[in-house]
């Protein structure tokens, strides 16, 4: 149980395009999914929790218009990276959690490899 | 503000010999602990989670993990491991807010 679906596992871009990436929870419906962006050999950054019905809680430092988050119903979440970068290249990986207690571990995604050319 | 400390960024262990990944914690209440591992270019996997009661926690895989208040301490540990256990080992602390953040990592290679 608790499987978090997110497409697409990889994208390439060119520069000045955008690009979204869903997450889908497939059994189970998440009112907050959280959106993390790993750099290579480094840890997961939290970038912002996407709220159902309201709007996305950013990070510091995480630039809202850059990085749209739209969470349409209880089992979607997508991140659009708007006006990609070469710098933008990173992996992407989303996650959510079955109930909001703090006994309940985070489910991620497999992650999206994005690379701007 | 909550957080974890992975002090090894690689440990290495011959295949059959015991394995341990260290993490500390600072954190201000109640922790609430996991472990998760990484395999290249995927998610993350949750192996096991602290939130009160037994020190000594039981998950996936045959890892378990030993809280210890007095040390700050959530390190990972197997008392056999398997080459296939290489991979990359994140310790996450989960705020009140429901956020995680997570340590930086420790990569486990596991020699035949």
């Known amino acids: 149980g608790a499987v978090v679906s997110q497409h697409p596992s990889r994208v390439i871009c060119k520069s000045g395009t955008s690009v979204k990436i869903e997450c889908r929870s497939l059994?189970?419906?998440?009112?907050?999914m959280f959106w993390y962006r790993q750099f290579p050999k480094q840890s997961l950054m939290l970038m912002a929790t996407?709220?159902?019905?309201?709007?996305?809680?950013?990070e510091q430092g995480v630039e809202k218009d850059k990085f749209l988050i739209n969470h349409a119903s209880l089992t979607l979440s997508t991140l659009t990276v708007t006006s990609a970068h070469p710098e933008d290249s990173s992996f992407y990986i989303c996650?959510?959690?079955?109930?909001?207690?703090?006994?309940?571990?985070?489910?991620f995604g497999n992650g999206t490899r994005l690379t701007v050319t | 503000a909550q957080s974890v400390a992975q002090p090894e960024d690689q440990v290495n262990v011959a295949e059959g010999n015991p394995l341990t990944v260290k993490c500390t914690y600072s954190v201000s209440g109640n922790p609430y602990l996991f472990w998760y591992v990484q395999y290249p270019n995927r998610g993350l996997q949750f192996l096991l989670k602290y939130i009160t009661g037994d020190n000594l926690v039981k998950g996936s895989y045959g890892f378990e993990a030993e809280f210890n208040k007095s040390q700050t301490s959530f390190h990972l540990k197997k008392p056999s491991a398997l080459v296939s256990d290489s991979a990359l080992y994140f310790c996450a602390v989960r705020e009140s807010s429901n956020k995680f953040y997570f340590g930086s990592g420790t990569k486990l290679n596991v020699k035949p």
């Open positions: 996407s709220n159902e019905g309201s709007k996305a809680t950013y």
């Open positions: 996650s959510a959690t079955p109930g909001l207690m703090t006994n309940s571990p985070l489910h």
């Open positions: 059994d189970f419906q998440a009112t907050t």
